[in-house]
Nanobody, 119 residues
Framework: QVQLVESGGGFVQAGGSMRLSCAASGRPFSTYAMGWFRQVPGKEREFVASIRWSGGNTYYGDSVKDRFTVSRHSRQNTVYLQMNNLKPDDTAIYYC????????????WGQGTRVTVSS
């Protein structure tokens, strides 16, 4: 069974940094892109960042540009999200997702990891 497992969430003060990791395990799959999304209970899910597996092109949501960096370790099938200068508005559950080759969109999701930024 294929799954994505996030780690690295927790509590941090505003202005601090945190790094999230997402590792794919189970049956190997071909990846088109991997992304990070976040959601606050009661609100819509928000795109945070993504990275193309081939070529490494990165994309960011407007609210995190210049503060967050997405990267990957292809051989380990792992994607990272380095978050700097965190703000209370960054508080959310962060989800990792994979857009597998052949799928029309992100079709594999992790269970989420909670990030809380205190003011």
């Amino acid at each position: 069974q294929v799954q994505l497992v996030e780690s690295g969430g927790g509590f941090v003060q505003a202005g601090g940094s945190m790094r999230l990791s997402c590792a794919a395990s189970g049956r190997p799959f071909s990846t088109y892109a991997m992304g990070w999304f976040r959601q606050v209970p009661g609100k819509e899910r928000e795109f945070v960042a993504s990275i193309r597996w081939s070529g490494g092109n990165t994309y960011y949501g407007d609210s995190v540009k210049d503060r967050f960096t997405v990267s990957r370790h292809s051989r380990q099938n792992t994607v990272y999200l380095q978050m700097n200068n965190l703000k209370p508005d960054d508080t959310a559950i962060y989800y990792c997702a994979a857009h597998r080759v052949g799928a029309s969109n992100y079709d594999l999701w992790g269970q989420g990891t909670r990030v809380t930024v205190s003011s």
